[in-house]
């Protein structure tokens, strides 16, 4: 009997140790409202040289793929940004290390893709076309810019990309006041064609600003001069090197909790600009090898969205839909995990961010976000979507206090066979697109819950839509 009553007592601990209270704050409106293209993604701007690229523009079954992402920006960008040559002459390239002619041709080919996409561009320009007294020398982008406005060529821009790192990168260094200066010149060359004077002007892409000092100057100084000048504060965040990459880091509650820091240090810098993470995975370098592009990925993944709204980012960029490990879309254009998180996203969470806390610690393994439900037939106009993981090997149960949860349109996402799995189940079965790159239906399932608590899985992605929640906010 002894035996009997210590056991109960050890499963009924676990059962406690496992089991978390979450509070949804009752609000008259939302904490914060993202862009409609809150979830974006970048194609490298190294994947548009003709020779090298096998980033199909033509190819109908990836255009669907990439379709599945909207409403979306579609950004241009990277660090061949500042090697590139417009060119409205078919010739060849220039040397491979020193840059390349984008040519015209290419450039309709692009923006017709974004179109049939219907994603809005967003291109890089170059800032490394220097005078010799350091100004920018703007011919080259003052030649595409009239050739976008004669050709109809509705696009947002930039203007470089990580300029802190110029100097390592390029072993040259742009000043951060003079590169405000530049990025004024630039409004006043937009705002000469009727097509862009209402167009964004979106940058500085710095690397990593919370994670320096120094960075937090540039930018601070950058602002000083030019925030009147762009639409939204671009930066870039990774968490760690792809070669650095382990099974820990991916999982680790700490390591995203990293990015809550950084957040924080942008946006007390920036107090009149929306602010975009305009670059961004799970590992820079090209991302982690069979880990960035697998459903180990999917958590980090998933919590920066969660994470990057209910802190007031209006935008993230994801880094990148084509090419290298943190590819949304391998070479073979299959999609990766993250891509299947990021369609299921765009199904069900809307704009209106709400708040939602845990009685926890920040290293709890199991992390959830809400805000209200994109509009569907299946629930009403107040529904809220409350979305989330589990980074343990047990399951996890959890209640949300202010919220009467007694049935939940219930998406549960999990691994085909284990962390390192491509393939990715919803609700116990294998998603994948037809030949055509049409979507599966992705049904939900009904979950009455007259308990109120719900659970999730082993390793397991969640997202919850509970209609007639009677929130305000929505």
């Not at 409106?29 to 033509?58: C, Q």
């Not at 000092?213 to 000048?229: C, E, I, M, P, V």
Request: charged share 20%; net charge negative.
């Amino acid at each position: 009997m002894k035996l009997l009553t210590s056991l109960f007592l050890f499963v009924s601990l676990c059962a406690l140790v496992h089991s978390l209270s979450f509070t949804l704050e009752s609000r008259d409106e939302p904490i914060h409202r993202v862009s409609e293209k809150f979830l974006s993604v970048a194609l490298d701007s190294s994947e548009i040289e003709g020779r090298y690229s096998d980033f199909n523009l033509s190819d109908p079954y990836l255009t669907k793929l990439v379709s599945h992402l909207s409403p979306m920006y579609f950004r241009i960008g990277g660090t061949y940004a500042d090697r590139i040559t417009f060119s409205e002459e078919e010739s060849t390239a220039l040397d491979d290390i020193v840059g390349f002619k984008f040519l015209a041709s290419d450039w309709l080919k692009l923006y017709q893709f974004t179109q049939n996409a219907n994603v809005r561009l967003i291109y890089d320009l170059n800032s490394l076309m220097r005078n010799d007294d350091g100004t920018w020398n703007s011919e080259n982008a003052e030649k595409m810019i009239k050739f976008s406005s004669d050709n109809q060529m509705d696009v947002d821009w930039e203007l470089g990309n990580e300029p802190d790192l110029y100097h390592s990168v390029y072993n040259t260094h742009v000043d951060a006041a003079q590169l405000a200066k530049d990025y004024n010149k630039l409004r006043s060359l937009l705002n000469k064609y009727d097509i862009y004077k209402s167009s964004d002007l979106v940058g500085i892409d710095i690397f990593d600003v919370g994670g320096s000092q120094s960075n937090q100057d540039y930018l601070r100084t950058f602002l000083q001069g030019a925030a009147n000048a762009v639409h939204a504060i671009t930066w870039h965040h990774y968490y760690f090197a792809g070669k650095d990459a382990t099974k820990e880091l991916f999982l680790n509650p700490e390591t995203m909790n990293q990015l809550e820091q950084r957040i924080n240090v942008v946006t007390s810098l920036v107090t009149s600009n929306k602010v975009w993470l305009g670059e961004t995975s799970s590992a820079f370098n090209g991302g982690a090898a069979n880990m960035s592009n697998r459903f180990i990925g999917t958590f980090l993944w998933l919590d920066k969205l969660g994470l990057g709204a209910k802190l007031g980012l209006d935008v993230i960029i994801r880094q990148t839909i084509f090419h290298d490990n943190y590819a949304l879309i391998d070479n073979a254009f299959t999609p990766n995990p993250d891509w299947w998180v990021s369609v299921l996203y765009k199904k069900l969470v809307g704009t209106k961010v709400l708040s939602l806390s845990n009685d926890g610690t920040s290293a709890n393994t199991i992390r959830l976000y809400a805000h209200c439900a994109k509009d569907n037939d299946l629930w009403d106009d107040s529904a809220v979507v409350v979305f989330g993981f589990n980074t343990a090997d047990e399951s996890a149960s959890f209640t949300i206090k202010g919220l009467e949860v007694s049935e939940a349109y219930s998406y549960e996402m999990t691994a085909e066979s284990n962390l390192y799995s491509q393939l990715v189940k919803l609700n116990g079965q294998i998603l994948s697109t037809s030949l055509s790159g049409d979507l599966p239906a992705m049904e939900p399932k009904l979950l009455e819950i007259p308990s109120g608590s719900l659970s999730l899985a082993p390793y397991s992605i969640g997202f919850w839509v509970i209609p007639n929640s009677g929130i305000k906010a929505c």
